[in-house]
């Protein structure tokens, strides 16, 4: 089942929406998908809570986008750097780094490309590689 209320959106289409726009649903997609890794893998409550945390920061997706840029499609590398580059009307939250926050943006836009353009099998490919990679190993808690 799809959650897109209005279906996919083209390649063109999504990549005229602007990059913070793109950011805004990419942050909502990923936290879902950290979230749905979590419960599958049994954590209890307050692990999933501590877990999710570890991946959702600005610091955190920075590190994944630098382990996945090698492997950007030309596509997805312009989506990031629109997103890098995008100015919000806030500065960085003072607790997180300005570069990391930037970079965030860019792992978050191309999330959000990826799932309004129904790129699903590159949403899990890049899930599996950043979330599951990171715990294999990682036995159920209850």
């Known amino acids: 089942m799809s959650l897109r209320l209005f279906g996919e959106y083209t390649r063109k289409e999504a990549s005229l929406l602007n990059a913070l726009q793109l950011a805004y649903i990419g942050d909502v997609v990923w936290e879902v998908l950290v979230r749905e890794t979590m419960i599958h893998q049994g954590l209890n409550l307050h692990h999933m809570h501590g877990t999710c945390v570890g991946y959702v920061n600005a610091h955190a997706q920075a590190g994944f986008l630098q382990k996945i840029l090698s492997d950007l499609t030309e596509e997805e590398a312009e989506i990031v750097r629109r997103g890098r580059n995008a100015h919000a009307k806030h500065p960085a939250p003072r607790n997180q780094d300005?570069?990391?926050?930037?970079a965030s943006t860019g792992y978050e836009a191309l999330i959000g490309f990826l799932y309004?353009?129904?790129q699903d099998a590159r949403l899990?490919?890049?899930a599996n590689n950043m979330i599951i990679g990171e715990d294999h190993g990682r036995e159920k808690e209850n």
Do not use: C, F, S
């Not at 300005?98 to 930037?102: K, L, N, Q």
């Open 116 to 118: 309004l353009t129904g």
């Open 124 to 126: 899990k490919e890049i």
């Open 98 to 102: 300005p570069g990391d926050y930037a």
